[in-house]
């Protein structure tokens, strides 16, 4: 079955850096665009990034442009999220989701069940 | 960038109830909009894509209709199971938008 699996949270001093990997499997990996998505516990949902099936283009949200970077590994399977200087608002839960298109162009059918990021001194 | 707004922001109904959400684009999106589903402590769920393409294995009890700037996401018939908070989306372009969430519960 379809599934996505996060990994790679944790607790970061502000400043810091983390690298968020989501595996994929269940699909052909390299046919969909992906997403980043986060969501501060009892808040609401944030798009992070996209990344087209072959990673030829890629968007953010102006909240984390500069930084934080998608990428992909087709080969491997694998969604990325490169994240530095951390802040404190950037604490939520990350998850990433697969898109029904090879872009952005169906909406978000298939999500991971998140891996949490706290960013705190 | 699109705004997405969303009424209500909390909603109670009865079981058997039907119950409406609406969500407004700051622009007209064609029929680019998703509904979401979240049920408490769980990851979200695609309900609807393309503003009324049901998706694969969701309960007709489920539907969605507009286009351009105005959406509703209607259940026919509340079950206890539909507890959750629903959130549309719009993905015209980027930055991709949510709107704020709309919070159901059973009376």
């Known amino acids: 079955q379809v599934q996505l699996v996060e990994s790679g949270g944790g607790v970061v001093q502000p400043g810091r850096s983390l690298r968020l990997s989501c595996a994929a499997s269940?699909?052909?990996?390299?046919?969909?665009?992906m997403h980043w998505v986060r969501q501060v516990p009892g808040k609401g949902l944030e798009w992070v990034a996209i990344?087209?099936?072959?990673?030829?283009?890629?968007y953010y949200a102006d909240s984390v442009k500069g930084r934080f970077t998608i990428s992909r590994d087709n080969s491997n399977n694998r969604l990325y999220l490169e994240l530095i200087s951390l802040r404190a608002e950037d604490t939520a839960v990350y998850y990433c989701?697969?898109?029904?298109?090879?872009?952005?162009?169906?909406?978000?059918?298939?999500w991971g069940q998140g891996t949490t990021v706290t960013v705190s001194s | 960038d699109i705004q997405m707004t969303q009424s209500p922001s909390s909603l109670s109904a009865s079981v058997g109830e039907r119950v409406t959400i609406t969500c407004r684009a700051s622009?007209?999106?064609?029929?680019?909009l998703a509904w979401y589903q979240q049920k408490p402590g769980k990851r979200p769920k695609l309900l609807i894509y393309?503003?009324?393409t049901l998706q694969s294995g969701v309960p007709p009890r489920f539907s969605a209709s507009g286009s351009g700037t105005d959406f509703t996401l209607t259940v026919s018939s509340l079950q206890p199971e539909d507890v959750a908070t629903y959130y549309c989306?719009?993905?015209?372009?980027?930055?991709?938008?949510f709107g704020q969430g709309t919070r159901l519960e059973i009376k």
């Open positions: 989701a697969k898109d029904g298109s090879s872009g952005y162009d169906f909406g978000m059918h298939v």
């Open positions: 269940g699909f052909t990996f390299n046919n969909y665009g």
């Open positions: 990344i087209w099936y072959d990673g030829s283009k890629k």
């Open positions: 622009q007209g999106i064609s029929n680019y």
């Open positions: 393309a503003a009324s």
């Open positions: 989306q719009a993905y015209i372009s980027a930055p991709l938008t």
